[in-house]
């Protein structure tokens, strides 16, 4: 069984170190007292120190930022978290990003239209019920609990049939394999119809635009912030599944993200407030991550707990991979 681990910042370099490593460390350490002696508590203290040294800068040094800043998790799949140039009034202003290659991974919609069952689940939740290594909101959901705010189409099931005015549609499952396995595309673009995108491909999601092709910011100024959740395309045709539990305006989220040189090209809002969430299990490697600011619903930042969704987009590694 593969070990679940929890990320910390390393004070020393900066890499993430997980919260298991940390532990063991002080556990040993605390066993200091139990020596016979106080030389030999002295000597197996200095011993204990000098493991943890060296271990530590093992460690450092394997998980170490790229000088992109991108740490791998599996072939095709890094992870980045960084720290925003504007910082956020609530919690510690980082964006987590999760850059998967759409050539070695199979992204997927899974809800509860589709299972049937009364009510939605964590993305964690999710991941464990339909083996997904990662999962983020498909996007917003209307008052019924299930049904998604925009066309969404996974293969043969639709969840909602019926386009809003959204301007973003990510599009996936292509029926002709000289098309990017995936792309987002911008509803008012020269040459871009929703008939030829439903042609084109077996996998729609319609969602709140953020950003359109090729970096264009679509949000101007506003009061309201929250926790994000988003899903993003990069200049290499990679899925971005994008996240901050510090509350930002769109506009300030919009222009982080293209400062911060991970090639974003288009991005689509999927959820907000303590709702947004993103769940990651690979290998030994395991990231939770959950919302709590929304200006005039949780103007705070003591969500403790995922909260269930219906919908959820979820990837899986391709059949050979």
């Not at 990679?238 to 222009?255: C, E, G, Q, V």
């Amino acid at each position: 069984m593969a070990l679940r681990f929890q990320f910390r910042r390393c004070r020393v370099c900066g890499s993430f170190v997980t919260a298991r490593y940390w532990f063991l460390q002080m556990r040993e350490i605390s066993r200091w007292g139990c020596a016979i002696g106080r030389m030999q508590t002295f000597r197996r203290a200095k011993q204990i120190l000098l493991a943890v040294a060296i271990l530590l800068a093992v460690f450092c040094g394997l998980a170490a930022d790229t000088p992109s800043g991108w740490q791998s998790l599996a072939p095709g799949m890094e992870f980045k978290s960084f720290k925003t140039g504007k910082p956020s009034m609530v919690g510690d202003s980082r964006i987590t990003i999760l850059r998967i290659d759409p050539n070695l991974w199979e992204l997927e919609v899974a809800g509860i239209s589709e299972t049937g069952e009364p009510a939605g689940h964590t993305a964690r939740e999710w991941c464990e019920k339909r083996n997904f290594a990662a999962a983020i909101n498909a996007g917003m959901f209307a008052a019924d609990g299930k049904t998604h705010l925009g066309y969404q189409r996974f293969r043969e099931h639709i969840n909602n049939s019926r386009a809003n005015n959204y301007q973003s549609v990510a599009a996936f499952d292509p029926r002709d394999s000289k098309l990017p396995r995936f792309r987002i595309f911008d509803l008012d673009a020269s040459g871009i119809t929703f008939h030829d995108i439903l042609r084109d491909y077996a996998s729609v999601v319609q969602n709140l635009r953020l950003v359109k092709r090729p970096g264009a910011n679509q949000w101007s100024q506003q009061d309201k912030q929250w926790s994000e959740a988003a899903l993003g395309e990069d200049s290499a045709g990679r899925i971005l599944f994008i996240y901050s539990r510090s509350p930002f305006s769109m506009h300030d989220l919009n222009r982080e993200l293209l400062a911060a040189g991970i090639g974003l090209v288009a991005a689509q809002h999927l959820e907000g407030g303590p709702e947004a969430q993103l769940y990651v299990l690979v290998g030994g490697t395991e990231i939770e991550t959950f919302g709590s600011y929304e200006t005039s619903f949780k103007q705070n930042d003591e969500n403790a707990a995922a909260w269930p969704v219906p919908n959820v987009l979820g990837v899986r590694p391709r059949a050979g991979h």
